[in-house]
Nanobody, 125 residues
Framework: QVQLVESGGGLVQAGGSLRLSCAAS????????MAWFRQAPGKERESVAV????????AYADSVKGRFTISRINEKKTLYLQMSSLKPEDTAVYYC??????????????????WGQGTQVTVSS
């Protein structure tokens, strides 16, 4: 059974930083692309960042480029999202996901096969 457990969310002032973590189990973590998504109230879920199995080639949504960094430690089966220069519009529930197998993540068209429960990030102005 695949389990993804996010942590690290919270309340932060605009301009601040947070680091999200996602601990994975029940999946061959080191061979799967991983991603972070977010969903704000009243909005559709959107992709934030994705990283291939090796951790070498991440890709980001334009809205977070230069501010967020996705990374992974395969030995720890853990995915991270370092968020800096946070803005109120970054407020959302953040989800980590195992990307659906066989997906070309660099087309920008990818979705999750397995999902975590989400962690709330709130950025105050």
């Amino acid at each position: 059974q695949v389990q993804l457990v996010e942590s690290g969310g919270g309340l932060v002032q605009a301009g601040g930083s947070l680091r999200l973590s996602c601990a994975a189990s029940g999946v061959t973590f080191s061979s799967r692309a991983m991603a972070w998504f977010r969903q704000a109230p009243g909005k559709e879920r959107e992709s934030v960042a994705v990283i291939d199995w090796s951790g070498i080639s991440p890709a980001y949504a334009d809205s977070v480029k230069g501010r967020f960094t996705i990374s992974r430690i395969n030995e720890k089966k853990t995915l991270y999202l370092q968020m800096s220069s946070l803005k109120p519009e970054d407020t959302a529930v953040y989800y980590c996901a195992v990307v659906r197998a066989g997906t070309n993540i660099y087309t920008g068209q990818y979705d999750g096969e397995y999902w975590g429960q989400g962690t709330q990030v709130t950025v105050s102005s």
